[in-house]
């Protein structure tokens, strides 16, 4: 069965304190990575796509990275503007098949304190 | 920038009447989807549809669900007979490319 794993569940930094979020994949064929940013009440905002490992895509403060396992998004002096859950999808399948759904991860709540 | 839109952003329901969600995706975008997410977990995959029709749906998308693309623009969920455990925020993306999907705001559904 396909599974996408997050964590931390909650991670708390404080203003300007880089860290790292992981999401740990086990799927029958990848054919993309996918991270969204989610504020409360909202729906998704996409931040990056990663196809193939070693792949590295950036984005102001954020940096997502993939390997044949898993996928980091690294954030870089975050700022409490950043606070927000993320969450993690893959996208599986082949392409005369699947038309793309995605499977999300339980997300990551960041908390960032000035 | 171009977004997904969806109506109406709260819709409150009785056990067992049908409510209609609606969504204007992007306008160029081809792949159409709908997911939903209960309080506190993972947003779920109901149903994907292209060239109008259903390419793929979920476990979860029985005959009580059902999609239309009824002109040009919109693309609906209908629920026919709602129960308390289809309470849930419930998503509508769109694609062009059939990669990166673009979510809306979501309709949050609560049915008493």
């Known amino acids: 069965e396909d599974q996408v794993t997050q964590s931390p569940e909650a991670l708390r930094l404080q203003e300007g304190e880089s860290s790292s979020l992981n999401c740990s994949y086990t799927v029958s064929g990848l054919r993309g990575l996918f991270w969204y940013r989610q504020d409360p009440g909202k729906g998704p905002e996409f931040l990056f796509t990663?196809?193939?490992a070693g792949e590295e895509k950036e984005k102001e403060r954020l940096k997502a990275t993939l390997t044949k396992k898993e996928s980091f998004l690294h954030i870089t002096a975050p700022k409490p503007e950043d606070s927000a859950t993320y969450l993690c999808?893959?996208?599986?399948?082949?392409?005369?098949?699947?038309?793309?759904?995605?499977?999300f991860g339980k997300g990551t709540k960041l908390s960032v304190k000035p | 920038e171009p977004e997904v839109t969806q109506t109406p952003s709260h819709q409150v329901t009785q056990m067992g009447q049908e409510v209609i969600l609606r969504c204007v995706p992007i306008s160029n975008h081809l792949y159409f989807y709908w997911y939903r997410q209960i309080l506190g977990q993972k947003v779920e995959f109901l149903v994907s549809f292209y060239n109008n029709e259903i390419s793929e749906k979920s476990e979860i998308f029985d005959d009580q669900f059902s999609v239309e693309r009824p002109d040009g623009s919109n693309f609906t969920l209908k629920i026919r007979s709602t129960k308390l455990e289809d309470s849930a925020m419930y998503f509508c993306?769109?694609?062009?490319?059939?990669?990166?999907?673009?979510f809306g705001p979501g309709t949050r559904l609560t049915v008493t």
């Open positions: 993306a769109s694609s062009e490319t059939y990669y990166e999907q673009y």
């Open positions: 990663l196809y193939s």
């Open positions: 999808a893959v996208q599986v399948g082949n392409y005369g098949g699947s038309q793309g759904n995605l499977i």
